[in-house]
């Protein structure tokens, strides 16, 4: 059974960077058909997919976030990062990491966590 | 991209009653629709996949159907633990959209 971990900063500060990293356990991160992505939450708000990285690196990004954001992967530690520059308070988010393969669905999701953008 | 749009967005239920959930897809997305259940502080959690299929541990009196752009997930007997939000979900292209969700209190 696969585990995903979210962890990083829980405030950042207007026009800096929101970094994050997902550690994935119970599981490799390069097993060849899955897709690692990044998704939010603002509060009482719908969820929003940020996007996805493969092991080999390939990415997608949303559209609505793309000029903004940046995914990574390191294979050795088994994780997975996510940086969204020039944050506004419009990013407070819980933000999660979860697991998916192409036209299926988010299956292992990580417990989430809350990122205030915040002076 | 590909609006997920779901009714009612609230619905007040008390247990055993039978409850209906729908989403409308802004294009055909053939079966790749997948529904969410969603507890405060909680992460989402997969309940069905493909539009009927029911993820494994998950109980019997979940199920959905639908398949282009109009797709149902049905509760048959709501049960004290099923009070929380619902969410649809596509799956057919990127990027990834969701539902905005349909909250089910208790009555």
């Known amino acids: 059974q696969v585990q995903l971990q979210e962890s990083g900063p829980g405030l950042v500060k207007p026009s800096q960077t929101l970094s994050l990293t997902c550690t994935v356990s119970g599981g490799s991160i390069s097993s060849g058909s899955y897709y690692w992505s990044w998704l939010r939450q603002p509060p009482g708000k719908g969820l929003e997919w940020i996007g996805y990285i493969h092991y080999s690196g390939s990415t997608y990004y949303n559209p609505s976030l793309k000029s903004r954001v940046t995914l990574s992967v390191d294979t050795s530690k088994n994780q997975f990062s996510l940086k969204l520059n020039s944050v506004t308070v419009a990013d407070t988010a819980v933000y999660y990491c979860a697991r998916t393969e192409t036209l299926l669905p988010f299956d292992s999701w990580g417990q989430g966590t809350l990122v205030t953008v915040s002076s | ?107």
Do not use: H
């Not at chain 2, 997969?46 to 149902?72: E, H, N």
């Open chain 2, 1 to 107: 991209d590909i609006q997920m749009t779901q009714s009612p967005s609230s619905l007040s239920a008390s247990v055993g009653d039978r409850v209906t959930i729908t989403c409308r897809a802004g294009q055909s997305i053939s079966s790749y629709l997948n529904w969410y259940q969603q507890k405060p502080g909680k992460a989402p959690k997969l309940l069905i996949y493909a539009a009927s299929s029911l993820q494994s541990g998950v109980p019997s009196r979940f199920s959905g159907s639908g398949s282009g752009t109009d797709f149902t997930l049905t509760i048959s007997s709501l049960q004290p633990e099923d009070f929380a939000t619902y969410s649809c979900q596509q799956s057919y292209s990127l990027p990834r959209t969701f539902g905005q969700g349909t909250k089910v209190e208790i009555k």
